[in-house]
């Protein structure tokens, strides 16, 4: 094994078989000679080529005819990333044909464009599948929209919310990565580069930009302004982007491991007959799926910071920055494609345990709602005043283990004018959890807009 997406063994964790195809040497070499024939072809209908040769050089260059350990073994001699490649080319088209094999191109331009090639096909997967979780979380935050739950603030127990709210929270913010990652294709990340040397277009006389232009067109890709060699910032968008959606499904990993911890018992992965948690214990079931989702954020985080790091280019064009995209760019949509089916996998299918949940509501004996006490408290003896009162209560409760209402209830203000049946209906959940509803009908609407 040289690396986790070449593993049989660890792959699966790491990647999903569909973006590993798109990155694929297969692939790679497929992309690399698609660019080269549309080049030929548009060369040909321009006369910049002899139309014969443009045929004959469309006609051979086909997967088929290449052999990827030939390839390897000429790469490794010559040092070169593609001149294997155009060899192969111009030994297919024959000695005529084969003299106009990637005229007026120069290497980055045919890397470059068929890598952008590979990212816009990883990038529709991950479109799909970012709409696929959605759609699951839109399910989930509705059913679970009145589910109490206890809301926590710095590890602690807060004030009761939903399940729902929860969902609802992430589901908006997947929205947003949704958006943005829509916003990639608006902003023209995906665009080639058939320019030249150090794209002044100068090797291919007047017609390069009308070439460039038709090349990208028949690729479907995006026309540059201006060459793009010495500008990586389109990729580190991507990669940031990408980055930031991690980020989030980074952090929803995080909240679900939070909650299937033994202690709290709120949640549970998906759980098949015979999965083992533990090859010493046999009683665990340990949170496996969520791990992986949680883990897979810190190298995307990692590899978005490398991208930012290609910006720093020497001149025209350099390879020491260049070549670090052919390491993360696999690597970063293998890995968000992995935790977007990871999400909707554990999300579809996790259980969600709602008597625990309340349970753990009433954990600490009304404390969770002295926020709502205190404001009742507060129409009558005033708000600050409420304040001070229900704190000490509720610091005499904690040190003394103590029940919070049954000291309350002892305070002088509290005891003239409200009874004990007001302070135990203030601690009833569903009238303590604000706009919940509201702000979950905002959050689906917003996402049914998509």
Do not use: C
């Not at 991507?238 to 909650?259: P, R």
Request: no cysteine; proline share 3%.
């Amino acid at each position: 094994m040289t690396d986790v997406l070449d593993s049989t063994l660890l792959q699966g964790n790491f990647s999903t078989p569909a973006v590993r195809s798109i990155w694929s040497d297969e692939n790679k070499i497929k992309s690399q000679i698609k660019v080269e024939a549309s080049l030929s072809k548009i060369e040909g209908q321009l006369n910049v080529i002899p139309r014969t040769a443009a045929d004959k050089i469309v006609s051979i260059a086909k997967f088929e005819n290449f052999n990827i350990d030939d390839l390897d073994k000429e790469t490794r001699e010559k040092r070169h990333s593609l001149i294997a490649l155009v060899h192969r080319l111009q030994a297919l088209a024959g000695d005529e044909a084969g003299e106009y094999v990637h005229f007026g191109v120069t290497t980055q331009d045919i890397v470059d464009t068929g890598t952008i090639l590979q990212v816009k096909q990883a990038y529709a997967i991950l479109l799909k599948d970012s709409k696929t979780l959605i759609d699951i979380l839109k399910v989930q935050t509705n059913r679970y929209r009145n589910t109490i739950e206890i809301g926590r603030t710095h590890g602690i127990q807060a004030i009761p919310t939903t399940f729902g709210f929860k969902l609802a929270v992430w589901l908006d913010e997947l929205v947003r990565d949704h958006r943005r990652l829509v916003a990639l294709n608006d902003r023209h990340t995906f665009v080639g580069n058939i320019n030249g040397a150090i794209g002044t277009y100068a090797a291919f006389g007047s017609k390069g930009p009308e070439i460039e232009k038709k090349v990208l067109a028949d690729l479907d890709l995006d026309v540059p302004t201006i060459s793009w060699q010495s500008s990586r910032d389109r990729l580190a968008e991507f990669a940031t982007v990408i980055g930031i959606y991690s980020g989030t499904l980074g952090k929803i990993g995080h909240e679900l491991f939070n909650l299937m911890k033994t202690e709290v018992d709120e949640i549970h992965e998906p759980f098949k007959k015979g999965e083992i948690g533990s090859s010493t214990m046999p009683q665990k079931r340990n949170p496996a799926l969520i791990e992986s989702l949680a883990a897979l954020t810190q190298p995307i985080i990692k590899d978005a910071d490398l991208m930012l790091e290609t910006m720093i280019i020497d001149s025209e064009r350099d390879s020491m920055h260049w070549r670090n995209e052919w390491v993360a760019l696999p690597e970063i949509t293998n890995h968000l494609d992995t935790q977007l089916t990871l999400t909707a996998t554990i999300i579809k299918d996790f259980q969600v345990n709602t008597d625990q949940m309340l349970r753990n509501v009433n954990l600490q004996n009304g404390l969770p709602f002295a926020e709502h006490i205190m404001f009742n408290l507060g129409t009558v003896i005033g708000k600050q005043s409420a304040h001070e009162l229900v704190y000490n209560s509720a610091m005499e409760a904690i040190e003394q283990h103590e029940n919070f209402l049954d000291v309350l209830y002892k305070q002088p203000d509290v005891k003239q004018n409200f009874t004990r049946d007001q302070l135990t209906d203030w601690t009833d959940s569903s009238k303590d959890l604000g706009s919940i509803s509201e702000k979950i009908d905002d959050v689906l609407a917003e996402a049914n807009n998509l």
